[in-house]
């Protein structure tokens, strides 16, 4: 059987998101950002959107470049504090921000790639982050309901990859790619290093490509971008 080739480019994978798309981006500040599929969404003009990411990358680059030109209506996150356009977005009411402890937003997301529909924790309870939220009960202890993440899209950045989708990361910037990459309908993945079919060794393929539908190579790193390497 013939492996199927889901390289493209990048303004033909982003331009299937739709405007009032809920999407998943991979990264921690700044390793593993998909810097320029971000930028690609920007420059498409999408609307209306709903990120869930971990942060909201400084001023000026990744997401703020969809904050700051008014295009997100919700960002899921646990913080922003590197981000004075974020902050005065959030403070003056022109996004919707919903934070989450960090392992709670990542076990969330891992438990919508899972099938789950939501986690029981403690973490929080009695505080801001349980406004609104059910409590159960489980032998005897109280525990806050934290309903599972999917998304429609997620973009993902991979440090190497062949034609399939097969994905592998440079150290750190594995962080929440791998989990983003089973918990929505469509993957897009942008890669700094394109390798033939079997360039990747198996125990080095950290996402299979049966998670990934686009594959947008990566020639060169370029300033139209703002990539660096991470």
């Keep these: 059987m013939k492996l199927s080739d889901k390289t493209t480019s990048m303004a033909e994978a982003v331009a299937a998101i739709p405007d009032g798309a809920t999407v998943m981006v991979g990264g921690f500040g700044v390793p593993g950002t998909p810097f320029a599929l971000l930028a690609e969404l920007a420059r498409q003009d999408k609307r209306d959107l709903t990120l869930i990411k971990n942060d909201a990358n400084e001023t000026g680059t990744g997401v703020d470049l969809l904050i700051a030109s008014g295009r997100v209506r919700r960002l899921i996150t646990t913080h922003i504090g590197l981000n004075a356009n974020a902050i005065a977005a959030m403070n003056e009411g022109r996004i919707e921000v919903e934070f989450c402890a960090q392992g709670i937003l990542a076990e969330r997301v891992r438990a919508g790639g899972a099938g789950l529909p939501a986690v029981l924790t403690d973490i929080g309870m ?57 918990a929505a309908t469509t993957v897009i993945a942008e890669a700094e290093v394109l390798l033939p079919l079997g360039g990747l060794a198996p125990d080095e393929v950290e996402t299979p490509g049966v998670f990934v539908d686009h594959l947008c190579p990566m020639a060169e790193i370029t300033e139209e971008y703002g990539v660096v390497r991470r």
């Design 126 to 182: 009695q505080t801001e982050l349980s406004a609104g939220k059910q409590i159960v009960q489980v032998e005897g202890r109280c525990l806050m309901v934290e309903t599972a993440l999917r998304a429609d899209v997620a973009l993902i950045h991979a440090d190497r990859a062949d034609p399939f989708g097969n994905l592998a990361y440079r150290a750190t910037a594995r962080n929440f790619n791998p989990p983003m990459a089973m």
